[in-house]
């Protein structure tokens, strides 16, 4: 990693800490808690920021984030951190995508910092995954094993788990396969799946890594990665729909309240149930746009997540369902 690259990622960090105790009025050892770091690291970088020149009158952002809404969403659905892009009209469907994926980045190069030698990163699919890789920085001093969190999609699309492969080159580390496909035509085929040792020895690799990195993704046509890579066909997400389907996280699919093990279609999938994601302590999703919006707060819903990257108008979407949601339960 260039001096360059390591002066933008460190000064993501003192903004960072900066918004959260100048803005937000949080305390050194909340933030210490939130950030996996001791508080005299918070007070020293808090001394570095203003020495820098990072807090002024106002905080100056590498990347601009709206920390309220952040703040708002990690109260709400109790998330460990969120990183919102703060939009402008200006701004492409891809710069913004480009810039939560860089967000993404800067985080997951801070996080492994934490991640024993031989310690494991888990991957899986979608275009928030892939804008987050594409934006790490090539660093060969990591001992870092990554592994995918599902089966093969069966070609090497942006959105395919051989991002997982392109993760281990750039942090230096080993790259496992999960050999097996992520959907199959009938449940008593991915039984069978699941009896061959290989598959068995990727899925306890998956289920054991120290931070997952997935996307989320929508039954609906225009943002589906199932459609895309021609896993499942406009017909096949209609019916989806049809059974109160909103989303996919890890290949499974869940309702508006996260629900997840009533669906058929999840019998015929390899890979990491959203159960399972929930017992590995950082779960790092990557999703924005309004087709998602369900999606994501649904993948919230049922604390599948714990740190999420999006943008403004996304995360004032999901709260939104979230008050909505809220008024139904108290009516």
């Known amino acids: 990693m260039s001096a360059s690259d390591n002066a933008s990622s460190r000064d993501d960090l003192l903004a960072t800490v900066s918004s959260l105790y100048y803005i937000l009025n949080q305390s ?40 309220a809404l952040e703040q708002a969403l990690v109260d709400y659905f109790g998330l460990k951190d969120a990183y919102v892009l703060q939009t402008s009209s200006d701004n492409s469907k891809q710069t913004r995508r480009n810039a939560i994926g860089q967000l993404a980045a800067n985080y997951i190069e801070r996080a492994v910092e934490n991640v024993p030698a031989g310690g494991t990163i888990g991957v899986a699919w979608g275009t928030g995954v892939h804008s987050a890789v594409v934006a790490l920085q090539d660093e060969t001093a990591y001992s870092i094993d990554v592994v995918p969190l599902i089966g093969g999609v ?42 061959e040792p290989a598959v068995q020895a990727g899925l306890q690799r998956a289920k054991a890594v120290h931070i997952a990195i997935t996307g989320i993704g929508t039954a609906v046509d225009e943002a589906s990665s199932f459609l895309r890579s021609g896993l499942l066909s406009a017909k096949d997400l209609a019916s989806l729909r049809d059974e109160g389907i909103v989303g996919e996280i890890c290949g499974h699919f869940y309702d508006i309240h996260g629900n997840f093990d009533s669906f058929d279609i999840n019998q015929r999938i390899i890979g990491l149930s959203p159960n399972e994601l929930r017992n590995i302590s950082q779960v790092l999703v990557v999703a924005n746009g309004i087709p998602k919006i369900k999606a994501i707060f649904g993948a ?17 979407g999901v709260m939104a369902v979230a008050e909505q949601s809220r008024e139904l339960t108290t009516r």
């Open 28 to 67: 050194q050892s909340a933030i210490a808690q939130r950030l996996d770091i001791s508080t005299s690291k918070v007070s020293r970088l808090i001394r570095e920021a203003r020495e820098k020149g990072i807090v002024e009158i106002r905080i100056k952002m590498p990347i601009p984030r709206d920390v």
């Open 154 to 195: 069966g070609t090497l699309a942006i959105d395919s788990p051989d991002v997982a492969r392109v993760v281990a080159q750039k942090l230096g580390g080993r790259h496992y396969d999960l050999h097996a496909p992520m959907l199959v035509e009938r449940p008593e085929v991915r039984d069978v799946l699941l009896s």
């Open 300 to 316: 919230l819903a049922g604390r599948y997540v714990n740190v999420l990257f999006t943008d403004d108008i996304t995360a004032k």
